[in-house]
């Protein structure tokens, strides 16, 4: 047994159902917790994320007895050195299935020791494959190939699972609060909402959903343990696929790192696109005139999140009303929202764009009015977040007002320029 090891946080801030700390535990007699503020990621976050992320790092050190080490710089060069600071001869960690985070293991890895042991998912990207061994572009055979490969039951770990070394030196992080207990949090939408999440999770206005994305996105808990509570009645079975969706994009994701950034199908490299800023600057600000969009894009600057039927109607708006590019839409979500996940947000927007995985075609363009009225039927989501329109009665608040755009002939545009480029 080595006398020191690293485990190095990512994507994974937690100590519950970790088994990277039970391989800690069995390589070395103590280990070093770690976190590296890195640059290169925190530039591109926004505010919204990067104070959600201090909230997790705070709340892990707590869990750790204040025994998180943190520092700023490059993982290549800061790995290494924390551990040879420590005499360790290997580092423990997650297994990070994104395009930077792969290219960063790869190289931290020739410099010492890396044991990946685990993902952010339930599967690990890359092991649901088809008969041929080629990978999935379709979710509903995906996902019945996801639940027949199953996964691990939760690895029994807590902060005792490791003797923790106290760290020489570690960066102070902002004072501020700390998370709320995420298990306690699960068991009261387990027990009061699960049941009829299938009938109510597109429901904006009912505030039904579970509200776990930015905790799976940081790790804070991991797919395995919110699916072992999982049973075979409706509201579980629709909180299972959406997990599964969260695993499809990974894998996407995983076997195409280029489409975090370029359109997964490439006829649509020919698509004939507008740059309108002052309309874009008008969604981005929840003043396009539909109030259902407004709304959205008010909620997400109000609290760096948006429901995620609400997301697909704005994204359709941007990509569809105002044919702007579906990458400046990406951008502006993962820069306010605290769950922003690369995988996850470029192919849900690429779905909504109907440029990515075949879920979405494009020529299905969502009525940002009738979407209004049927999943915010008394119109109290709107009213929420306009507050010009809280004396608007019912439904009448989903009528346009002052609108930028003509939802009707800008649909009849998009489909044109589908047809352009189609065959």
């Not at 391989?23 to 070395?28: H, K, L, M, N, Q």
């Not at 905790?215 to 797919?223: I, K, M, N, S, Y």
């Not at 109907?354 to 299905?364: S, V």
């Amino acid at each position: 047994m080595d006398s020191a090891t690293v485990v190095w946080f990512r994507r994974d801030l937690r100590v519950a159902d970790h088994p990277a700390l039970s391989a800690a535990a069995e390589r070395a007699s103590r280990g070093l917790a770690l976190y590296v503020l890195d640059p290169r990621l925190l530039q591109v976050a926004g505010r919204p994320r990067v104070d959600f992320l201090f909230r997790c790092l705070r709340s892990l050190d707590a869990k750790l007895g204040g025994r998180l080490m943190v520092v700023s710089g490059d993982p290549v060069e800061v790995v290494p050195e924390v551990a040879e600071s420590v005499g360790a001869r290997s580092v423990h960690v997650s297994g990070d299935a994104g395009p930077y985070g792969r290219e960063r293991d790869s190289a931290v890895g020739e410099r010492v020791e890396l044991v990946r042991v685990g993902s952010p998912y339930a599967v690990t990207p890359g092991r649901v494959l088809k008969g041929d061994g080629s990978p999935y572009r379709v979710f509903s055979p995906f996902r019945k190939a996801w639940q027949e490969h199953g996964w691990r039951g939760p690895a029994d770990t807590d902060e005792s699972t490791v003797d923790w070394i106290e760290p020489r030196k570690s960066e102070p992080l902002p004072k501020g609060e700390l998370l709320p207990d995420v298990r306690e949090l699960w068991e009261r939408f387990r027990d009061e909402r699960l049941p009829d999440y299938a009938e109510h999770r597109d429901r904006p206005d009912l505030d039904r959903t579970s509200r776990m994305s930015a905790f799976l996105r940081w790790g804070v808990v991991h797919p395995r343990t919110l699916l072992a509570d999982l049973g075979q009645d409706k509201g579980s079975a629709a909180f299972r696929s959406e997990l599964a969706w969260r695993d499809f994009y990974a894998d996407v994701l995983w076997h195409q790192p280029e489409s975090a950034r370029h359109n997964l199908d490439r006829r649509f490299d020919r698509m004939e696109l507008d740059h309108d800023r002052e309309r874009f600057a008008a969604w981005c600000a929840g003043r396009t005139g539909y109030p259902f969009v407004d709304a959205g894009m008010r909620q997400l600057l109000a609290e760096g999140w948006m429901h995620n039927r609400v997301r697909m109607v704005v994204a359709s708006f941007l990509v569809k009303d105002l044919h702007l590019p579906w990458w400046w839409g990406a951008r502006h979500f993962m820069k306010h929202l605290v769950d922003g996940d690369l995988a996850s947000n470029q192919h849900g927007w690429q779905w909504a764009a109907g440029t990515g995985t075949d879920a979405a075609p494009y020529f299905r363009v969502f009525n940002p009015v009738t979407q209004g009225e049927k999943f915010d039927p008394d119109g109290d989501y709107v009213r929420r977040y306009v507050p010009e329109l809280r004396d608007v009665p019912g439904r009448k608040v989903h009528q346009p007002r002052d609108p930028i755009v003509d939802h009707a002939h800008e649909r009849q545009v998009a489909l044109a320029r589908y047809a352009a480029i189609k065959g």
